[in-house]
């Protein structure tokens, strides 16, 4: 992977989760929770939406929506919020039980991260 050394992280607290941007021009890129094989990816970041999509698979769907300040696509309000909320942690919760914690491109084996976090609440 290139450009690795821009990846940055923040917690908002030591246990938070992991918010990766670039250092290089603070362009969030994801969140991540470790020893979870789940990356929540902000889209808007990628130019080809077709190549993300045959990366990572389908967008699933939106969550804060409500929030949003630009139009939301008719295929985002689709799913229901709590519906994919709740089943986005069904499938964290099997992964978890069957150790399936990888792999997750912000975190390496065993839990540690790509980039040392600065704990913001400090």
């Not at 499938?91 to 914690?101: A, F, S």
Request: aromatic fraction near 8%; proline fraction near 8%; include cysteine.
């Amino acid at each position: 992977m290139t450009g690795q050394e821009h990846v940055h992280c923040v917690r908002l607290s030591p246990k938070g989760m992991y918010r990766w941007f670039t250092a290089c021009c603070h362009t969030p890129l994801a969140n991540s929770i470790p020893g979870f094989p789940f990356v929540g990816v902000f889209d808007h970041v990628f130019n080809d939406k077709q190549a993300l999509s045959n990366t990572a698979g389908p967008v699933l769907g939106a969550v804060h929506t409500r929030r949003a300040v630009g139009p939301i696509p008719e295929s985002m309000k689709e799913r229901h919020e709590l519906t994919l909320i709740a089943g986005t942690l069904k499938k964290l919760l099997r992964w978890k039980l069957h150790g399936l914690t990888h792999p997750n491109p912000f975190h390496k084996k065993g839990g540690q991260a790509l980039a040392l976090p600065e704990i913001l609440s400090q």
